[in-house]
């Protein structure tokens, strides 16, 4: 429904258009612009509709003498418009047109070109061809304009074109070709191809065309023949009388004028001033107008958009308010299953550091007990089967080979025994430490006292002290170290522990991974992390860190 009143309006404009009616057409063409504009279905042809529309309406602007607004109706018209199309085309001749009458002669002929360039049809490519001429003859180039016009002139004979060509397309090119070679001094060749245009104009009943005809020939004749150059002048003038063309009855005026200084013509010069005023305030008034309409469209919309604003704003404050309580309540019941998942979790995963590390600790002594004291047992046995007790000697070796399982099997006690976590916890630390002190083995400890014990918890204490103790096993097992230091850091939020020792070493790669393992399980379970760094007879060194 909308689409067909809007098409309606655009030809009722066109009609309006035809009859010169320009302030009907132009209200018209606005009326179907905004309603082609709120179909929002994106048809293709809607858009060229408008970019068409406002096409037409600066031609009225220009007929109205209102150049800049032309200017930027049409520059608003490319947004609707294929490029390099016939509307690219006929936008870049309307600014050219519009520059020219603005005396901006450079830009003029820069828009025709492009113009000339969209344009697909040769004989459509003459028009803005012609307007270059037009704007050579206003700068005064009139070799420019002559070779230009002559090679227009000659194209009409091609076959491609002659068929399409109208006989007003050759009479425009000719005129103004002999207006050139006029105003260039070549007057015969002037005047026969400005009388040929006229005679041409006449013949076929371009009524319109002959108005330029006669101006051009007035102003040939002014300094030859001041009554024929009045003549013509005069008949330019009634001619754009009947045909309502304010600019030429204008210009056939000013000849009249500059061709007669006597007292009698002072009737020319207040036609002329009448007239001048006439159209100054007409074209003021569309002006006028044409700002009030863009202006009232303009406040129209920004209304519209402010009434959209407030209800789009309405709307979404009660949907934001419903989705943040939605969100609200999912965040909720997510963080209560998150929070119900990780405490879960944790507790599964230490309870299974805890189980790795107690079964790490039973397997390493299990395989102590097998290793280090099964095999002397045996020993201690077969000796006491296959040797006499009665024997002195005999029952000193055999005492001692027992004092010696006795002690393995309290320093494996020791290993594993119930660790002090309470005031005397520095004091169990030195003495576990101690033990692996001896004349070949040097043990420095420092910073130990510097830290506040009472505020680490039992469970990170007893860490501490079994991953040391490993950390000495394996100095002992495998380091053949003669001098190990272990030193006590700590600031507001951890402890650091960093141990080293001047052993053989070994590559990272060939590390012993179960009793390290064993260390990492620990130190994990208390959310601490510890690191290894061994390299080939630079010793070892491990660093600890744990929160408080």
């Known amino acids: 429904m909308i689409r067909k009143e809007a098409l309606s309006l655009r030809n009722k404009g066109l009609e309006n258009y035809n009859k010169q009616n320009f302030n009907t057409a132009f209200d018209e063409f606005y009326k179907s612009k905004q309603l082609y504009e709120t179909l929002k279905d994106g048809v293709k042809k809607d858009s060229a509709n408008i970019g068409y529309i406002l096409i037409m309406m600066a031609t009225i602007q220009q007929v109205n003498g209102d150049y800049y607004g032309s200017k930027e109706t049409v520059t608003e018209a490319l947004a609707y418009v294929e490029k390099n199309s016939v509307y690219t085309a006929e936008i870049n001749n309307r600014l050219g047109i519009a520059d ?193 309409i863009k202006y009232d469209s303009k406040k129209e919309k920004d209304e519209n958009a402010k009434l959209r604003l407030e209800n789009a704003e309405n709307l979404l404050s009660l949907q934001k308010a419903t989705y943040l309580r939605i969100v609200f309540a999912i965040v909720f019941v997510f963080l209560v299953i998150l929070i119900f998942i990780l405490i879960r979790y944790y507790k599964n995963k230490n309870k299974a550091i805890e189980f790795k590390t107690s079964y790490n600790t039973e397997t390493r002594i299990a395989k102590k007990i097998h290793d280090e004291l099964a095999n002397d047992v045996f020993h201690v046995i077969a000796f006491a089967e296959s040797q006499p007790l009665s024997t002195e000697s005999t029952k000193e070796n055999l005492l001692q080979k027992l004092d010696d399982i006795y002690g393995r099997v309290r320093g494996i006690s020791r290993e594993n025994n119930k660790i002090d976590t309470g005031t005397d916890f520095i004091k169990s630390l030195k003495d576990m430490l101690s033990t692996y002190n001896t004349s070949e083995r040097n043990i420095m400890v420092t910073n130990l006292e510097s830290i506040h014990w009472e505020s680490i918890d039992e469970i990170k204490k007893i860490t501490i002290s079994r991953v040391l103790q490993e950390l000495m096993v394996n100095m002992k097992k495998h380091s053949q170290a003669n001098l190990v230091v272990i030193k006590f850091e700590s600031d507001p939020k951890s402890i650091v522990i960093n141990y080293n020792d001047n052993g053989k070493g070994c590559e990272k790669t060939q590390m012993v991974k179960n009793g390290l393992q064993n260390m990492e399980n620990r130190i994990q379970a208390v959310k601490g992390t510890i690191n290894f760094d061994t390299e080939p007879d630079k010793g070892f060194r491990v660093k600890i860190s744990m929160p408080k």
Not at 125 to 146: G, H, R, S
Not at 217 to 227: E, G, P, T
Not at 283 to 292: D, G
Request: aromatic share 12%; net charge positive.
């Open 100 to 292: 020219k009458e603005l005396s901006l002669y450079d830009d003029a002929i820069l828009y025709y070109k492009e113009s000339a360039k969209d344009y697909k049809d040769p004989l459509e490519k003459q028009a803005p061809f012609n307007n270059i001429a037009a704007v050579y003859i206003y700068q005064k180039k009139y070799d420019k304009a002559i070779v230009l016009l002559d090679s227009l002139v000659n194209s009409l004979s091609n076959k491609e074109i002659k068929d399409k060509a109208e006989p007003s397309d050759k009479s425009i090119l000719i005129d103004n070709l002999g207006y050139a070679c006029f105003k260039k001094g070549m007057d015969e060749k002037g005047f026969l191809l400005m009388n040929e245009a006229l005679q041409i104009r006449k013949e076929f009943k371009d009524t319109y065309g002959s108005i330029q005809s006669y101006l051009n020939l007035a102003d040939y004749y002014a300094k030859k023949n001041i009554q024929k150059s009045n003549e013509n002048a005069l008949s330019a003038y009634h001619i754009a009388t009947k045909l309502k063309s304010v600019d030429e009855r204008l210009e056939a005026l000013q000849i009249l004028i500059s061709n007669d200084h006597s007292a009698q013509n002072t009737k020319y010069v207040q036609s002329y001033f009448t007239l001048n005023d006439s159209i100054i305030k007409v074209r003021n008034n569309f002006k006028n107008k044409f700002a009030k």
